[in-house]
Every structure is written in C-alpha cells, then in structure tokens.
C-alpha cells in the first residue's frame, strides 16, 4: 500500500508559520525548535480530511502563533487580529448600541457574521447581541462574540481566507478563524499588562496566566484565566447647543456628550482544555469556558428645549417655542389648564415655570434643566462547553477509520442597564435607572465526523472524510423590568413612553424562538500525481424553517518546480439568517435629519413590517472563487491570492423607513410597545446582492543580521466591494457605506530581531483612503486620507523565566480624519460633539503606551 506523500519542508513551514498572518517570531532558539513539533497539525482549517502545511494547502491560510498574540498593546483579540490579517477590518465603536457591548469584525469586507468561529475545530456560538447599529456594514450582523477569548490560553489562530460553507456549513462566506487553545501539560507562564492612551485616559490593567499539568500519566490538563479593566476614553468637544445652555447657567457637564471607548469593567474569562488518551486508539477531550464583563458608554445628549417627548412643546402661531408641560390633576388627560412656558433668550421663562408648580402642573425642565444624556450598557455572560472522543476504529469491520465524537453547548447572554433617563411618561415620579431586559442565544451542537484512508492507485492514498452535524438555536428575549417599559398617566398628554434611549422589552415581545438543522458532508483530498493536489467536498444542510440547501468546493494545489506553486478553488455557499435576525424586535434611538428619534426594528413578518416591504428571511448565497500563488526558496516565502465573491439576498437590517399615523395605529393591534413615540420602523431584509473582489499579498524573509536572528513580513490586501442590486429599502447611502466605508487598501510590514538578551519589533500599517461618516448621516460624510501608524515594542529577557516589554500602539499618534466644521444641515458637523470621524480604520484615540512583565515556569 502506498504511504501518504506530502512533501513538507520544514524550513517552509517554519517561516510559514512564523509569519503567514502577520509575525510569529520565537523570542528563544527554543521555542522556534517546539514551534517545529507537531508541524503536521498546523492547518486544522482547510479539509476536513487531512491537515496541511499552508503552503501546501489549496486556498490560503494564515496561522499566527501563541506568542505573537501576546504581542500586541492591546488585549481584545479583535485588535490582535486585525493588527495580523490585512483583510480584517476592526471598528472602533462609540454611541453604537450594543455594537459598542460586542465589536463586530469585518473579514474580507464582508459582514462580521460571514465568518465562521470555530474553536479547536468546533463551532462556536453566536453572541445574544445583535448589532443594530453596525456602520452599514454590519447593520444587523449576529456573529460570536470573540473578544471573550484571551491570548494567553491560544496555541495558535488558523485564519483560512476562502469560502467554506461545502466544509463547515453556514456562515463560512467569507472564510473561518479557528482558535486553538493551548494544550501544554507542564510549565505555564503569568503575565501583567498596564497601559494609557496618550491622551491620559483608557488606562488598562489585564492580568492574565496559563497553566498546564499532566492528567494522569495519559493526559494534559491546561488552564487559562484573564482579569482586565479599561477606563473610558473620550474624543470629544462640547456641543454648541450645549456650551450656550452652560452659558446661560444651567447644568451641563462638559462635555455633554462623549464620544469615546466605553468602559470595561470586571472582565474575568476563565478557560480549560482537557485531553486524555484512553488506550493507543482513543482520546477523550473536554473544553470551555466562563466569561463575564460589565461595559458602560454614553449615549445622544437630550436637548432641553427640542427632545420630543421629554421637553419639546408646541410651536405658537407668532413662532415662539414652547417646552411640554403635564397636568398633574388626577384624571387629566390634556394640558390645556397648566400655563404656556415659552422659550426666550434659549432657555425656558422662569416665571412660567415657576407657575408650572403652583398650578399642580410639571416639564422635565424643572428637574432636568439641562438636559440629561442617558448612559447606557450591559453585563455580558459567556459559557461553553464541548466534550467529545476521537480515535481510530479497532472493530474489524471498519478498522482505520478515524472517527470523533463531539456535543458542545454554549450560552450568551446580555443583560442590559441604562441609567440618568427617564420614563417620560411617568411624570416626575419616574425612576432614572432601569433594567431593560436581556437577550440571550443558546446553542446546542452533536457532530459524528470520520476520516478514512484508502489507496485507489493514486500517488498518495486518498483521505476521505464524511460526518453528520446536528444543531439547536434558541433566542431568547427577557422583559424588562415595568418601569422601563410601562405607560405612565403622561402618555396621553404627549410624554414619551418606556426608559429614554431604550425602552424595556415589553411582556408582549418576550419569548422564546428556537430553529433546528441537520448537515450532511463528504470532503475528499486527491493526490493525483507528487505535484497535483485537489480536494473536493460537498454539503447537504436542511433547516427547519427555510428548506434545505447543497453546497460544493473543488480545490487545487499543482507544484510547477519545488519552489513555485499555484492553487485555486471555487466554492458556493450559504448563510441562514440566525433565529435572533427573523425575530427580533427593538426600539433604537436614532438620528434623522440632524434629530434624535425613537426607530423600532420590528421582525420581517411583522404586520407592519410586511406593509413596508418585509418578507420572511432566506439564506444568503454565494459563489466564490480564490486563485493565486505560493512561492519558497530557502529563507524567502510569499503567497499571491486574488478572490471573488459574490453575494446574493445579502440579510441586513432596513434603511428606516418613517411612520405614519395609520402606521402606528397598525402597530398598536399588532401589539407592538411603546408606538406613540415612535417616529420610524426598520426590519431584516435580503435586499441586496454584492460582488467583493481582491488580492492578499503575504512575503517573508528571515536571516541571520546584526548578530541575531532577523524576520521580514510583508502583508497586503486590496478589497473592493459593489453593491450589485438594491432598492429603497437599503438605500443609497448603507450602498455607499458598504462600498466606500473600508479602505480599499491596508497593509503592513515589520522587522523582529532577536538576540540573547534582548527582543524588539517594529510594524507599521497602511490605511488607504476610506469613506469618513459621522452621526450616520450622509451629509456628514468625507473622501478621508490615507494614514500610516507605527507599532513597536522591546523585550529584555532577565533570565529564562522572566521578561519585560515595553511597547506602544500607534507610536507616533497618528490622528483620525478630524470633522469637517462647515455647515451642513444648518448645523456644523460637530453639532453632536463629534472630533473624528467614527469610520476611522485605526480607531480615534490615537497612541497607546504600555509595559508588561511575564514569568515563565
């Protein structure tokens, strides 16, 4: 029988591995020997049948190691990321609703739930946040919440740039990123992390530590926890409406409104992976995790004079502006007897308000008199659990083949506070912090997965894999609690109903939603000759909601010397609208027109909903190719890829469409909370179709220079999205912030050098021009320039257990696009206290210094 013939060579895969996504250079002779261990095991993501070397791998694969991911100011492992693959878009999110609780991740332009996260193979759960307020590029997107994962407890992530729904299912448009957890079983390492913005503010504190220890003679056991706190930060300037109420003597903070970094409180993960060989055939394994943080940021100031439904009033026939007033009497119903409180000079009359009081009458403004900006957050929990076993077959009958075993379950939840609100509709007896109620997703996942090697006369023998996967989903919306949604007496008087800036779920809209699917795949790798290799495999997969759907992928890797090679693939593939997308329902508070208002997202079957222009969901689909090229000779590895993807039904949430009186009365018999304040309706909706085309350049080169151990990367991506079909239901401007809001081109390149004693690196990033977009408005918006940002970071290794770094992120403080202050709207862009553009694709709060310190052991 012939023996299996991949070729792999180890210094290749040693630079491959070093640098692939970015850098991954050992800072000890030693660690780069270990790194070369296990080599084989580097390209879990790719086939289901046989791990590769990524250079012999048919579709591109970035690997960044365990120590790299340390190596970054920064401890969210989205900014790790994106600081490593080019092609990966991270946002910073300020005054983005629960956007700004989970970031989303932008892979190849496409939306943050177009990737699939696996973890150590498996698929991990989504995250109970859905991003309503995504930057029109993931408005709407549902995908796992990654930034629970810290990069002490990681061996390596796997990211494959190619579409792979044929291998893993849903979601996989636009590739998958496998996190592989750490599974050492002796040593361990601690490590203390503390850092500023330069600005003075963010100041961060992450402890973080990993353990490993034998279980049994037969088994590892590996640990990992994380503790982090982070202060806000803020980039703002005080709003003019603002600065002339503080001028005028009322209280106002300064500023009003901040825009910034939110606050992260409490951030504990804990994490565990298990493995245990059972006999020289079969392994057991277990893996989890327990997080939990509390995030807190701001929201949209509340104007005393014009916020509907809390202080704006009628309009007089000579002009003068009025705040709203309550009568107090029981049984009232109107207003008419309570005195008229005019506006003059700015500021409410204070003689009419101080007749407010004697006639039993009430406005905010006597006890909010500047205004108020609600806070909002959430306290996020995140669970998971995978046991499984996985072997090779003893049983005569099917004796060699390898089968595993698998059940996990995981559990995100977000539980949600807003504070310094009101219900307006509550008069003065309205409490100021509410509990609006809690999203929450569970998934269940059973996989039988299994891999044969037969010999068909080929050059190598062919691996077959085929498995069955069984899935649950359940979201699960939780009432708040009454005050953050109750309709108080005022409401008849024209006072706003529920906590302002995010009414409480109502009884009426809390429940459970639950969808089941079964999957069938065969994936096959074919070594038909020494130099060409191809790999085919296709997926059945039925939903119980929408039907079922069949996706295939053919792949080739084909050696035309030892040193060149060229690899293509072309895939088609799908992604199901999640339970939480078809039905949701939420109330947003939103600019329109340079005003703030109450926009409710309602499900796409919703009666409304479908009188707008809703219809029940259906998968997106698409069609990718991927063709490029691998080249090696002796210290120098490059990859060349070009990839096309096209999307058809893309899901995303509606342009908001307003509402009219006869609206709202539909709204009302559909049961839908707190209509009256209402000015718009939104819903998901497969609306528009894409094509994403572009090219990943990834080059290496290592050497020996300046008396120690050098390493070269340089890694490109240029990405172009168009907007192919759409309606007015999307509209022009999210089809503008889907083509233009990403830089087209982004980029990096670093030197690490390593010596005895000492460790440094320096990588500088390039971002291409992109869209500027403030507020969400289209007139706020700006062609903003290219940028370049340094980061850097020296080691000093005291002895082979102690090291400390210090390094800084954006070393130079390069500054986001700042705002335009011309007039817009008759408002200058800075009008909502605005200093950058939010759209800035290396965030707005410019340089990061830190110093660390880790024992080994």
Known sequence: ?????????????????????????????????????????????????????????????????????????????????????????????????????????????????????????????????????????????????????????????????????????????????????KDDADGGTIEAKAGQYYEGDGDTVVVSANVGTKLTDAGFANFSAQYKNADATSRSVQRPDAAAFKAAGLPVADPAQVWGSPEIKNDVTLWANLGLDLDLYQQAYLFGNYSEREVKGGFYYRNPNTRGGVYGGPTLEDGTETILTADLNPGATDNSRCPIVPIVDGIPDANALNALQEANCFAFNLILPGGFTPNFGGKI?????????????????????????????????????????????????????????????QEYNFNADFVKFADIGLAAETAFAFGLEWHEETFTVVAGEEASWQVGPLTQQGFGIGSNGFPGFQPAAAGEFTRRNWAAYIDTDLQFTDNFFAEVAIRYEDYATFGNTTNYKVAANYSITD?????????????????????????????????????????????????????????????????????????????????????????????????????????????????????????????????????????????????????????????ETKVDRFTEITGAFKVSRLENDLPNHRGTATWAQNWDSFGAYLRGNYYGPYQGVHIDDSTATKNAKAAITLDAEVSYFISDSWTVAVGAQNLLNQQAEELDHAEKLGLPNNAFGGKYYETSPFGFNGGFYYLRGIYNF
């Open 1 to 181: 029988m012939k023996k299996s013939n991949h070729r792999y060579s180890a210094l290749s895969i040693a630079i491959a591995v070093a640098v692939s996504g970015g850098l991954s250079v050992s800072a000890l002779a030693a660690e780069e020997e270990q790194s070369l261990k296990g080599i084989e095991k580097i390209a879990v993501v790719g086939s289901r049948a046989a791990p590769r070397s990524i250079g012999d791998s048919p579709v591109p694969i970035d690997i960044i190691g365990g120590d790299e991911l340390r190596k970054s100011a920064n401890p969210d492992m989205l900014e790790v990321l994106k600081a490593s693959v080019p092609s990966l878009n991270v946002h910073t999110n300020p005054i983005s609703d629960a956007a700004t609780l989970v970031r989303p991740a932008n892979l190849r332009g496409l939306s943050a739930d177009s990737t699939l996260v696996l973890l150590n193979g498996k698929r991990r759960h989504r995250s109970s946040v859905i991003t309503f307020l995504g930057g029109g590029i993931n408005d709407g997107s549902h995908g796992p919440d990654i930034s629970v994962i810290p990069a002490i407890a990681m061996k390596q992530v796997e990211v494959l740039r190619d579409g792979a729904a044929a291998q893993y299912g849903s979601d996989a448009i636009a590739g998958v990123i496998n996190f592989v957890l």
């Open 381 to 441: 929990k995140d669970t998971s659990l995978t046991a499984g076993s996985k072997g090779e077959f003893q049983i005569n009958w099917i004796k060699g083949i390898n089968y595993d075993f698998s059940a996990s379950y995981g559990n995100n939840e977000s539980r949600y506070f807003i504070f310094n609100t009101v219900n307006a509709s509550l008069g003065p007896d309205t409490p100021m912090e509410f509990s609006p109620g809690k999203y929450e997703q």
């Open 563 to 719: 040193d060149l090679k060229i690899r293509a693939s072309y895939n088609t593939g799908f992604r199901a609208p999640t339970v939480g997308q078809a039905n949701v329902a939420n109330v947003q508070t939103a600019l329109s027109n340079g005003e703030l208002v109450d926009s409710a997202l309602l499900p796409p079957t919703n009666p409304i909903a479908v009188q707008l222009g809703g219809k029940a969901l259906q998968p997106e689909e698409s069609k990718s190719f991927t063709g490029g090229l691998v080249y090696n000779y002796n210290d120098f590895f490059l990859t060349v890829d070009y990839y096309n993807i096209k999307v058809e039904n893309r899901i995303s949430q509606s342009e908001r469409i307003d509402l009219t009186d006869e609206d709202k009365r539909i709204l009302k018999e559909a049961g839908v909370p707190n209509v009256d304040g209402l000015s718009q309706v939104s819903f998901f909706t497969n609306d528009f179709d894409t094509t994403t085309q572009g090219v990943d350049i990834v080059a290496n080169y290592s050497a020996e220079l300046l008396g120690g151990a050098s390493a070269f990367t340089l890694a490109y991506n240029w990405n």
